[in-house]
Each structure stands twice: as structure tokens, then as C-alpha cells.
């Protein structure tokens, strides 16, 4: 135990076990810039832990995360939001860890614990990956080893979507992707931009030839079935109508330029546990 500090990296979680394989990227990157600290992970759907219980593997909640690590004697603790954008599972957590904290006996917006002897005496929370401008940049130059030499090939990077009010992330950075590379376009599985916008985009442009990546972490199950899937509402099957199509199910967290981001938000949190 390295002075009772701990790492804890929160994400949605997946059933599939090549998927699951991404999250290792991340671990093995994360405990090389923190060495000896210890690193855990939660998920926060329900559902997948529940299935994956049944397969004889247990994966925490966030709070149960969290107690776990108290009653080991981890007094100061960093949070890893593992997720693309901050929606409604960032902002879940970050009243996790807030109520935490609290219960615990802090009152400061960082969810910072100054109480002696029980409890936490840190417990900081760290952004997730699109969160400021900069992060937005470092993710557009981060994917430019994917994107196509030849201007008639595009790169269509497709996100879950969201019914939140953050869905304007994927907005903001399919901009910043116009201005970058004038054949990388970026739409959602659920919600804008649709499969209808970037058709629209790619004809614009001229497009013959398209790779559909995922703008997700890991190539789960909305990437190998909405993305790849041969079923005719996947991307794949829409965009064949009209052009060349090839898959490539690397998830953002297969992307050393995105690990980086990601120990770059931790490593702000982990500061603050001091």
C-alpha cells in the first residue's frame, strides 16, 4: 500500500470479453505512472455487473468501490472517470463521490476530506475525456495516424450519442474535426449528428471510399452490432448503399495519444489527494 492511496478508474462497463482487453491499456498505463499505488475498477451498469456475477466474475459499484477501499485503510483515494464525454453517467458520479465525501465529513467542492481519523481523508474525482478545449484538440490530433491519405477516403468516427444535454460534445468536436481534416466525419449511434448528417457530408465532399471507426473506448457491443453488425440499420449496412466500406473496431483506449489524456486528467485528481 503506498501510503494508503488509491486509484479507482469508473466506467460503463462491457460484457465482452475482447473488449474488455482495452481496459488493460489503460490499467497497465496507469500503474506505470503511479507504481505502487493500487488500482481498482468499478462499473456503473448495473446490468453487466449482474451478468458478469453470474459468470463467477464480480465487478464493484462506484460506492461499494469506494467502501471497499475505506475499510482497507485507503484514506486517500483518486477517482478516474473512464468515459468520452461528461453525460449523465459522469455527473452520476460525480454525486458518488460527492456523497462520499460527505458522509465522510467534507464540504469542499473537490470533494476533499480534512477529518482525522475515519474515512477519507482525500477523495478527489478526475475529469472525463472530452472535458476542456484542450482535451478536445489533444483527441482530434490524437486519431490523425487513422485518418486516410487519399481525400476521396473518409473516416467516419461514430459515439454512442447521448440523451443528455452534453450531446453538444459531439458537435463541438465533429467541428473541430471539419476544420482539421477535410475527410473525417463524426456521427452517433443514438441522437446528432445522425447517419443522415454525415451521408449529407460525405456526398458534399465527394467521398468514394469510407472506414467507420468507433469514437467509443472500448469496441463493445454497440460497436460490433451497430457499427459492424450486418443487420440494415448498422453503419456498415447504410453506408454500403452507396460507398466502399471497411470497419476498424479499435477503441479510442487501443490509442496511446488517448491513454495520455486520460493520465493527464488522473494525474490532476491525484495531486489534489496530497
Not at 481523508?121 to 472530452?130: E, F, I, M, V, Y
Not at 443514438?190 to 449529407?200: A, D, F, L, N
Not at 472500448?218 to 448498422?234: K, N
Request: hydrophobic share 40%.
Amino acid at each position: 500500500m503506498s501510503d494508503n492511496k488509491a486509484v479507482l478508474l469508473v466506467t460503463f462497463g462491457t460484457n465482452v470479453a475482447e473488449a474488455a482487453n482495452s481496459f488493460k491499456h489503460l490499467e497497465n498505463k496507469i500503474r506505470k505512472a503511479f507504481p505502487g499505488v493500487e488500482v481498482r475498477w468499478s462499473y456503473t451498469a448495473k446490468s453487466i455487473r449482474n451478468n458478469l456475477a453470474r459468470q463467477g466474475y464480480a465487478v464493484d459499484s462506484p460506492i461499494t468501490a469506494l467502501s471497499k477501499l475505506q475499510d482497507e485503510g485507503f484514506t486517500r483515494v483518486a477517482v478516474q472517470s473512464v468515459h468520452v464525454l461528461a453525460g449523465q453517467e459522469y455527473y452520476d458520479l460525480v454525486n458518488v463521490v460527492d456523497n462520499m465525501a460527505r458522509f465522510h465529513g467534507s464540504s469542499g467542492k473537490h470533494f476533499q476530506s480534512k477529518i482525522g481519523k475515519f474515512g477519507f481523508h482525500r477523495l478527489t474525482l478526475g475529469t472525463p475525456l472530452l472535458y476542456n478545449f484542450e482535451d478536445y484538440q489533444e483527441v482530434a490530433e490524437g486519431i490523425r495516424s487513422f485518418v486516410p491519405e487519399n481525400p476521396e477516403h473518409a473516416l467516419v468516427l461514430v459515439g454512442h450519442g447521448s440523451g443528455h444535454h452534453a450531446f453538444s460534445t459531439y458537435g463541438c468536436l465533429n467541428d473541430l474535426l471539419r476544420h482539421r481534416y477535410p475527410n473525417v466525419f463524426l456521427g452517433t449511434v443514438e441522437g446528432y449528428p445522425s447517419p443522415r448528417e454525415v451521408k449529407q457530408d460525405l456526398s458534399r465532399a465527394g467521398i468514394k471510399q469510407v472506414t467507420v471507426m468507433p469514437l467509443m473506448n472500448i469496441a463493445g457491443e454497440h460497436a460490433v452490432s451497430d457499427l459492424a453488425g450486418g443487420q440494415p440499420a448498422s453503419w456498415k449496412s447504410q453506408l454500403q448503399q452507396d460507398y466502399e466500406v471497411s470497419v476498424n473496431l479499435a477503441g479510442l483506449l487501443d490509442i496511446e495519444d488517448i491513454l495520455n489524456i486520460y493520465v493527464k486528467h488522473l494525474r490532476e485528481a491525484y495531486n489534489k489527494i496530497d
